[in-house]
């Protein structure tokens, strides 16, 4: 098992930047990839990005590749997503999840965390 907590969600106006950030506690984190996924109002859950367990692989959504960040400190149990240049379709909940392989699929996932709020303003 692993329970995963993110934070640094909040209200920011378009162009602007924020850090989410995703605890890990319990099983080993090492041992997950780790991905991002979000959902906005009305919208399905999508992915965002993912990383490897060691951190030596990302993918990104087309979506957002060269404005968001997906990284890892495995010594610190916790991953980030850093986001610049944020438009208003980016509001969203934004998840974490870990699962034993990198993917794109929500499948892919076995464990998520409760979501931060993203609110992108015009």
């Known amino acids: 098992q692993v329970q995963l907590v993110e934070s640094g969600g909040g209200l920011v106006q378009a162009g602007g930047s924020l850090r989410l950030s995703c605890a890990a506690s319990?099983?080993?984190?090492?041992?997950?990839?780790v991905a991002w996924f979000r959902q906005g109002p009305g919208k399905e859950r999508e992915f965002v990005a993912t990383i490897s367990q060691s951190g030596s692989s990302t993918y990104y959504a087309d979506s957002v590749k060269g404005r968001f960040t997906i990284s890892r400190d495995n010594a610190k149990n916790t991953a980030y997503l850093q986001m610049h240049s944020l438009t208003p379709e980016d509001t969203a909940i934004y998840y974490c999840?870990?699962?034993?392989?990198?993917?794109?699929?929500?499948?892919?996932?076995?464990?998520w965390g409760q979501g931060t709020q993203v609110t992108v303003s015009s």
């Open positions: 999840a870990a699962g034993s392989i990198v993917g794109r699929s929500t499948t892919t996932y076995q464990y």
């Open positions: 319990g099983r080993t984190f090492g041992t997950f990839a």
